[in-house]
C-alpha cells in the first residue's frame, strides 16, 4: 500500500482515539428531570428560569493529540485535507464542552454551526427568511386538510414494534435495534446500532416513516457504512463538521420519501427563529412561551427550548446554534444532488452514504473510492439505489425550479 495512505490512516487513528470523549450532543444537553418543576412553575403561573449544573471538563490532552494528528497530515492530500478539518473541527467542539454553562458556549457553536442569519448555498436568502416561510405556509394551512388517520397518536410501545418490523425487514436481520427510554427528553434519538424512543411519549404516522428515513436509514446507516472503512474508521463518527451535511442528508431523504409534512418543517423552522431570539437576548421563558404560542403543547414546548440553551445561560444573549443547520443542510444537499445529475456523477450521490462526510468531502475522496481506499457503502436506502428513479425526481426539480410563479396568472 502506498506510503501516503499508510501514513493518514494511522494518523485516523490517533484522532478516533484522541476524541473519544468528546460526546458533543450527550455532555450538552440538559437531564430529564429538569422538565417538571419548571412546567409546574409554568402551571402555576411563576415560571422560574432552569439553572443546569454541568460538568467541569478538560480536554487538554485529546486537543493536544488533535494539533499533533493536524500537523503531521499533508494538507494537499485530500485524506490529510480532511483529517485537519476534522481535527479543528475537533478542537472547537471539546474547547464548547469545556465552557459548559457560559456564554462562550454560543461563540464554538457558532463557530461549528453557523447562525440563522447566514444565506443558504447559492446565494440564496438567509436562513432564518428561509424558516419565515415555512411557518408563515405552515400556519396558513388548513389543518383540517389532514386526513382523520394522520391525526391519530401512535404510542412509544406500538412504534418500537413497528419501526424495529422496519428495520428488520429492511436489513433481513436485527441490526439495529430500538429501543425505549424513559430519561430521554427528545422524542428520538439514534446511535449506529440502536435507536431509542422516548417512553410515554405519543407519535404520528408521519413519525414513523420520518424516524425510519432520518434517523436510521442515513444517521444510523452512515455510521454503520463508515464502520466498514478499513483506512478511515473516522467516517463512522458524528464530526461536528458533518453535521449540516447529515442533517440535511436526513431531511432530504425524508423529502424525497414523502416522509415529511408541513408541521415537521414548521418545528423546523421554528427553533431556528428561537435560536436568532435567544441570541438577539430572549431568555428561556420567552423561547418556552414562543413555542407554546406556535401551539406546541407544554413538554414539546420546554424540549424545543432546551435544544435551544443547551449548554448556554438560559438568561438570553447566548444560544446552541445546531438547529440552523437543516435547512441549509437540506438546500446544499438538494443543489448537490441536482448538480451531480447535472454532471452524470450520481455515483456521488451513493458515495455520500459511506460514512458521515460532508459535500467537499465526497469529491475530494472520489480518486481514493475509484482506487478502493474508500470502500462503497455496504447498505443503501432504496431511493438512492434506485438511480433511475433519483434521476426522474431530481430531472423534474431542475426542470420545475425554471417556472416563475411569480408570472403565472393568478386566474
Keep these: 500500500m502506498q506510503a501516503d495512505i499508510v501514513h493518514h490512516a494511522a494518523l485516523d487513528a490517533r484522532l478516533v482515539k484522541a476524541v473519544r470523549g468528546i460526546k458533543l450532543l450527550s455532555l450538552a444537553s440538559w437531564p430529564a428531570e429538569a422538565q417538571a418543576p419548571f412546567l409546574a ?15 467541569r471538563l478538560d480536554f487538554g490532552d485529546a486537543r493536544r493529540e488533535l494539533a499533533a494528528v493536524s500537523a503531521a497530515a499533508d494538507a494537499s492530500h485530500p485524506l490529510g485535507h480532511y483529517l485537519r478539518e476534522s481535527a479543528r ?11 459548559l454553562g457560559s456564554p462562550q458556549v454560543s461563540a464554538h457553536s457558532i463557530a461549528l454551526f453557523g447562525t440563522p442569519e447566514e444565506c443558504l448555498p447559492g446565494d440564496g436568502p438567509t436562513t432564518r427568511d428561509a424558516a419565515r416561510h415555512f411557518i408563515t405556509i405552515a400556519n396558513d394551512l ?18 418500537q414494534l413497528q419501526l424495529q418490523a422496519d428495520l428488520d425487514d429492511f436489513f433481513d436481520g436485527r441490526v439495529i435495534t430500538v429501543e425505549l427510554d424513559p430519561t430521554l427528553i427528545a422524542k428520538a434519538a439514534a446511535g449506529a446500532t440502536r435507536i431509542r424512543l422516548r417512553h410515554g411519549a405519543a ?6 416513516r420520518q424516524l425510519l428515513q432520518h434517523e436510521a436509514l442515513v444517521h444510523s446507516l452512515t455510521a454503520l457504512n463508515g464502520r466498514e472503512q478499513v483506512h478511515l474508521p473516522s467516517l463512522a463518527l458524528s464530526s461536528p463538521r458533518v453535521t449540516a451535511t447529515q442533517e440535511g442528508l436526513a431531511t432530504f431523504a425524508e423529502q424525497i420519501t414523502g416522509s415529511i409534512d408541513i408541521e415537521r418543517m414548521k418545528r ?17 421563558v420567552e423561547v418556552f412561551r414562543y413555542f407554546a404560542d406556535a401551539g406546541q403543547n407544554p413538554a414539546e414546548s420546554f424540549s424545543s427550548a432546551q435544544r435551544v440553551f443547551r449548554g448556554v445561560p438560559t438568561t438570553g444573549g447566548a444560544a446552541f446554534t445546531k438547529d440552523t443547520v437543516y435547512l441549509r443542510g437540506l438546500v446544499g444537499v438538494h443543489t448537490f444532488f441536482r448538480h451531480s445529475l447535472q454532471q452524470d456523477r450520481l455515483r456521488l450521490c451513493r458515495r455520500l452514504f459511506a460514512g458521515k462526510m460532508t459535500l467537499e468531502d465526497v469529491a475530494g475522496f472520489e480518486p481514493l473510492f475509484e482506487s478502493g481506499v474508500l470502500a462503497p457503502p455496504r447498505w443503501l436506502p432504496r431511493w438512492v439505489s434506485r438511480a433511475s428513479g433519483l434521476a426522474g425526481m431530481l430531472a423534474f426539480s431542475l426542470f420545475a425550479n425554471r417556472i416563475r410563479l411569480d408570472r403565472l396568472s393568478a386566474d
Excluded at 412553575?41 to 460538568?55: D, F, M, N, S, T
Excluded at 388548513?142 to 404510542?155: F, G, M, R, T
Excluded at 423546523?268 to 428561556?284: H, K, P, Q
Design 203 to 208: 407519535f404520528s404516522d408521519y413519525d414513523r
Design 89 to 99: 473541527s475537533w478542537d472547537i467542539a471539546a474547547q464548547l464542552l469545556e465552557s
Design 142 to 159: 388548513d389543518h383540517e386538510l389532514l386526513a382523520p388517520e394522520e391525526q391519530i397518536p401512535v404510542s412509544a410501545t406500538a412504534l
Design 41 to 55: 412553575g409554568v402551571a402555576r403561573g411563576q415560571p422560574v428560569l432552569p439553572v443546569i449544573e454541568y460538568p
Design 268 to 284: 423546523i423552522s421554528l427553533r431556528i427563529e428561537a435560536v436568532a431570539m435567544a441570541l438577539a437576548g430572549a431568555d428561556f
